[in-house]
């Protein structure tokens, strides 16, 4: 049977790609079930320093299957969907959301939960929940306004316009764009800088950022100086190599 999530491993990195290319990698139970498998294992995978999520074929993901919706889905628990991106948006190592094409509502769920997007110019993004009388409960309601401000998150789900990539870049919801023909060799660039860099430093970085987001700039600080993890184990080793002095 085809996995309906691959993993690919790189040096130091690996690719997730959402693997439904004949249905727009819409999104099932079952699919998630294996991302969250993979998530498990790459928790505890210290050779991996950066993890990258895309979609197979000509998109992303267009979105929730529909189809799953309808015929009523067999999930373990309620939240459990919910749940699976968070431990994703949880891993220690930087997690990036590769878009191309389609990334729409339960797509742009999965790519929220990642630390940052980027996109090829083919990118469109949309909050569809509104048009067939859904409401969220993967996470769109508090990543969306975090990412691009309430009132911008509010403009996308009431209307369920999509955007295309610049205006996605614009609003701050993608980081950058490239042409989609140099898509690929951006992802692999991307990655390959993260993971020049500490992993040591990334894991501290994002529990960091993470509890103390939204918080007053005080007790932040109180918290970077009070709460800090140090230094890694190579920090040494690092410096000699800058330096050309041995340790």
């Not at 990118?123 to 990543?143: C, I």
């Not at 701050?172 to 992993?199: C, H, M, Q, R």
């Not at 109180?222 to 040494?236: I, K, L, R, T, Y």
Request: aromatic share 6%; with cysteine.
């Amino acid at each position: 049977m085809t996995k309906s999530v691959l993993r690919e491993d790189h040096e130091g990195w690996t690719l997730l790609t959402l693997n439904r290319p004949d249905k727009l990698n819409a999104l099932t139970v079952g699919m998630f079930r294996e991302l969250r498998e993979h998530v498990a294992e790459l928790r505890k995978d210290e050779a991996i320093a950066c993890v990258v999520v895309r979609g197979a074929g000509k998109c992303f993901s267009a979105g929730h299957d529909l189809s799953d919706i309808a015929e009523g889905e067999d999930v373990p628990s309620r939240g459990w969907h919910s749940e699976t991106l968070r431990l994703l948006e949880k891993l220690p190592q930087p997690v990036i959301a590769a878009v191309h094409g389609h990334c729409y509502t339960g797509a742009l769920e999965v790519a929220l939960s990642a630390d940052f997007i980027i996109a090829a110019d083919s990118a469109r993004f949309g909050d569809t929940h509104a048009k067939w009388a859904l409401t969220p409960v993967w996470g769109m309601s508090q990543r969306l306004p975090r990412r691009v401000g309430i009132a911008t998150a509010k403009r996308l789900m009431f209307t369920a316009d999509m955007i295309g990539a610049d205006e996605a870049v614009r609003i701050g919801l993608v980081e950058y764009s490239v042409p989609l023909e140099t898509f690929d060799a951006e992802i692999e660039s991307l990655a390959k800088k993260i993971i020049a860099n500490s992993g040591f430093s990334h894991a501290a970085n994002k529990r960091l950022l993470e509890v103390t987001d939204g918080g007053p700039i005080d007790a932040g600080l109180q918290w970077e100086v009070m709460e800090s993890e140090g230094h890694g184990p190579d920090m040494a080793e690092r410096i000699a190599a800058f330096t050309g002095k041995s340790k």
